[in-house]
C-alpha cells in the first residue's frame, strides 16, 4: 500500500519555483526598488505563501498581513469542520428548514451551483457524504457499493433550494452537505488579492498549495512564473507558465490516494458513481478568476479529457493543460503559444 504525501509536498515544486525566482529579483534591486515581502503560514489545512511587491517595505509587510488575515476570516466563513461556520447550520438543518446565509456564501454557493452547470454535475458540492465515506487519507478501504449506492439521493446537487430573494438555502434530505472544499482555496486567493491591493501592494501572489493567483508584476519580469508538475514524476516539471493577474489551479489523482491490488483510488470523486474519477492524471486550469479555476480543475477532471478540453475551449477567458489516463499531454489553443518547456 503506497500513500501519497499531503498536496503540500506534492505542489511544493510549483511554490518553490515561484519563491527562488522572487527572491533572486529581491536581493537585485537596491532600496529605492520595488520591495518584496514573502510569509508561509498553515491554513485551510495546507501550505499559504503570500508574496506582495510595492515601493515601500511597509505596505508590502502588511499586505501580506492583510491576505493572510482574509483567509483566516474564510476560513471560519466557511469551513464545515466548524460547528459555528455558515455551512455548518445549512448542513445541520437539513431535511428540516431553510437557513439565511450572508451574501458572501451565498454568492459562494450560488457560483459552484453554476460551476456544477457547466461540468454536468462534474462538480458537485452537495458530495460530502460520499466523500466521507471512502475518507481516502484516513481510512484507505474501498466502500461497499451498496453503502454508495443508498448515498447517492444525498449527494443530488440539483435538489438544493436556494431562494435568491430571501438568501436562503435549503437541503432538502437529512444527511445532505454542502461543502466548498472544492471551490475554497481558489475564493480565498481572489479575496486574499483584492485585500492585498487595497492594502497598496502593485502586485503580488497568493499561493494555496496547488491554487495559486498572481496580479500585478514583478520588477523586471513580464508575470509571475509558475511550474506545472508531472502527475506520475515527482520533482519533474511537464511547462512553465507566467501568470498575468490570473488564477492556476491544479486538481490531480496523485494528491491524496492509496493503492489496493495495484489500483489506484483518489479523492476527486466521480458524482455520478462515486467511485474516483478515472479520465485524468491531472487537470490544470488557468482563468482570471481563482474561483473559477478552482471548481473547474475538478469539474474537468470528473468530465475526462475529451468533454473536459470542449468546455475549455468554449468558455472565453479559460484555458487548461489536462494530463489523460495514458499520461498524454493536452494543451488548449490559448495556452500552446504561452507554455514554455521547462
Ligand atoms: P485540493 O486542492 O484540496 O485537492 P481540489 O480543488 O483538487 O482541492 O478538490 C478536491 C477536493 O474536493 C476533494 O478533496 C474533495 O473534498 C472534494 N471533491 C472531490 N470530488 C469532488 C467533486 N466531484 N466535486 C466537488 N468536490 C469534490
Ligand atoms: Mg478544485
Redesign the pocket.
Known sequence: MKTSQS?ISSLAIVVLLLLVMLGGCAELQPSSQPMIAKRAQMHMGTLVTVTAVSFDTQVSDRAVQAAFDEIKRLEGLLSTWRSDSELSQVNAEAGRQSVSVSRETFELVVRSLEMAQLTRG????A?GPA?EAWSVTEQQQVPDEQVLERLKPLVDWTSIQIDKKLRTIYLPHQGMRI?V??VG?GYAADRAVEVMKRAGAKGGVVAL???IKAFGVLPERSGFPVGIRHPREEGTLIGLIDLHDEAV?T?GDY??FFERDGVRYH?????HTLQPARGCQSVTVIAKDGTIA?GL???IF?LGPENGMALVESLPDVEAIIVDADGALMVSSGLRDRLGVP
Request: glycine share 18%.
Open positions: 498536496s462534474g462538480f458537485n458540492i458530495l466523500i461543502d472544499g472544492g482555496k498549495s496547488g491554487d489551479s486538481a494528491e491524496r479523492h476527486i470523486l466521480d458524482p478552482d480543475d475538478t469539474g470528473v
